[in-house]
């Protein structure tokens, strides 16, 4: 049997779960609730480690695609995290979770006073109400404004900042303005923020991309931005609603910041514009691989109080191309966790698993693989999780899953699994054990929109071959994006419910790759064979020097056992020299 033995370093972390232990979970797993014991919600306020696997490994493929094809889940700030936590420092630790576990977009309504000129994160009405109460608690601006914010923000991108875990992220501006009447008497600790300039606060965030550093009309792949470019957060003004005769010049921020093509800062100021598309859930229209290729926009859908995202359709959304923003509120906000686990194009729910068991062979976890529907315990999950958000460290050290080398630390003592290659099925990938007899998705290597399918089903060693054997343009594929996996998934034979594409990791545990040969290039990972002949000859010099020098430490020099007889020559020899100074 053809096979591939690996050796790599595995480093160690503590894998925490509140329900079910790890040596635990290869035993009995058989349910979507003994499944979901991997689940984000599980390990809320820190991000899964599954999903950080599975969150590395779309970036790691998408990486040569341009990002107009990205996704990036989101929320609206304002109706998910300030409208029910209050406008204060404590809700900022709510984003700070936010951040932890993957949203990567954050719709931020901005307030201009323009009568003291100040810019706010609280709107007018909410001053007031601080006011009318006499509680001063929300909208302080000495420890609530978007400095702090900022700073916030600022904390989980240095985090981040390593290539284990740095993403691409969006700031979805909306500008808004109020005057403030003599009449009315606001104290100063509510208006005078002392942020007159927002290029000036905004030009601090790390890694930010400023128009200058993109091309509109051909944007940056993903990889050229985060690793070339070393830039990741857009600040897009999408809506202006500063009025006609403002005193704040967005001239000024021409810049910092980029506008969407439907916002008039375009029009008025010659703002940078990024072509982005912004539409409720009810306009979207799915994309399509011959769409897309007259379009270079950004896609992004929101929902409402009145119409929210189900679990379906915010999955649905996402395959046709969209970012989704949740625009309603939760009654707890670790409800969330259970659309992020949707809010992938590429894994299927809760995948990358560890375990020890083949899932595919549990009927009662893909069964219904044959359709595109969202299984029922997903959509009414209850799982277990914490009731109340706890504290969010400082450092936000759970985030990182890398250390501080920048090395793969998703391994641990218990995962000896044996599901390290890819299947594409028609809720996205799930790992399965390369030992499977399934047929093999193919691409042309020539034309990326020319695919097909083997007809004879062997193992993932093989799947390759047998891709060639049909045409040798043929080569084993992978989807790249969105809407190459949603063609890919519409084209999956009626019998068949999951086929190979290529995607392993097999050079290393929990480091999933392109390519049957492609190493993790986050370890340092070689074959065993390849080892011996790296480290003998250097062994052989090591032992060699060590005798050497042992010897060395035991031979006497021939003038220490001759002393002796040297100094009694020598003594003998000045016995008939003369003292002092000859006549």
């Not at 006499?134 to 916030?152: L, M």
């Not at 109020?178 to 905004?202: A, H, K, Q, W, Y």
């Amino acid at each position: 049997m053809f096979f591939l033995k690996f050796c790599y370093q595995s480093l160690l972390i503590t894998a925490r779960t509140k329900d079910i232990t790890l040596t635990d979970k290869s035993e009995i797993l058989g349910s979507w609730e003994e499944l979901a014991a991997y689940s984000q919600k599980n390990e809320w306020p820190n991000l899964s480690r599954n999903r950080a696997i599975a969150i590395r490994t779309q970036r790691d493929v998408s990486e040569n695609v341009t990002i107009e094809y990205s996704i990036a889940p989101g929320v609206d700030l304002s109706t998910v995290v300030f409208d029910p936590y209050g406008y204060n420092p404590g809700s900022l630790d709510t984003f700070r979770v936010l951040t932890n576990v993957g949203v990567q977009s954050f719709l931020l309504n901005l307030y201009y006073d323009e009568t003291n000129k100040n810019w706010l994160m609280c709107s007018k009405e909410k001053i007031i109400e601080q006011v009318n109460t006499d509680n001063y608690t929300e909208c302080n601006v000495s420890n609530f404004n978007i400095t702090s914010f900022i700073a916030t923000l600022n904390q989980f991108l240095v985090a981040t900042n390593n290539d284990l875990n740095i993403n691409l992220m969006f700031l979805l501006i909306k500008l808004n303005s109020f005057t403030v009447s003599p009449n009315e008497l606001i104290p100063s600790n509510l208006t005078d923020s002392g942020i007159m300039s927002l290029s000036s606060i905004f030009s601090t965030i790390v890694k930010v991309v400023s128009p200058l550093d993109v091309d509109n009309n051909e944007l940056p792949t993903l990889h050229n931005l985060l690793f070339k470019l070393s830039k990741r957060v857009f600040p897009v003004i999408i809506e202006d609603n500063l009025p006609s005769n403002t005193t704040y010049s967005l001239a000024d921020d021409k810049y910092t910041f980029f506008t969407s093509k439907d916002s008039k800062t375009s029009a008025s100021v010659s703002l940078n514009v990024l072509d982005m598309e912004i539409e409720s859930e009810d306009d979207m229209e799915c994309q399509t691989l011959e769409t897309v290729y007259n379009s270079s926009s950004l896609h992004f859908a929101y929902d409402s109080e009145d119409v929210p995202f189900t679990i379906q359709s915010y999955w649905e959304s996402i395959q046709c191309g969209y970012s989704p923003i949740i625009n309603h509120a939760f009654s707890n906000i670790s409800d969330f966790s259970t659309f992020l686990e949707v809010s992938l194009w590429s894994w299927s729910p809760y995948q990358p698993t560890v375990t020890a068991t083949d899932e595919l062979s549990i009927s009662s976890l893909f069964s219904n693989l044959s359709n595109r529907g969202m299984p029922d315990y997903i959509i009414n999950s209850e799982f277990s999780n914490t009731t109340n958000l706890p504290h969010i460290m400082e450092n936000t050290s759970s985030t990182n899953t890398g250390n501080a080398n920048g090395e793969n630390n998703d391994d641990n003592d218990y995962d000896e699994y044996d599901n390290r290659c890819a299947v594409l099925s028609r809720l996205g990938w799930i790992a399965t054990s390369c030992e499977r007899k399934l047929r093999a998705f193919c691409v042309s290597s020539t034309n990326s929109s020319d695919f097909a399918i083997t007809s004879d089903k062997n193992t993932y060693a093989k799947a390759n071959m047998d891709c060639k054997s049909l045409d040798e343009k043929y080569e084993l594929a992978v989807p790249r994006n969105a809407l190459q996996q949603e063609y890919m998934m519409s084209i999956i034979p009626a019998g068949e419910n999951v086929l190979w594409i290529n995607l392993n990791s097999l050079s290393s545990k929990n480091c999933w790759v392109v390519g049957i040969d492609t190493n993790c290039p986050y370890q340092a990972v070689v074959s065993h064979h390849i080892f011996i002949q790296m480290i003998t000859p250097s062994s052989v010099m090591g032992i060699l020097l060590v005798i050497i020098f042992l010897a060395m430490q035991f031979q006497q020099l021939p003038v220490y056992s001759n002393r002796k007889y040297w100094r009694k020559l020598l003594n003998e020899k000045l016995k008939n020299d003369y003292d002092g100074v000859p006549s």
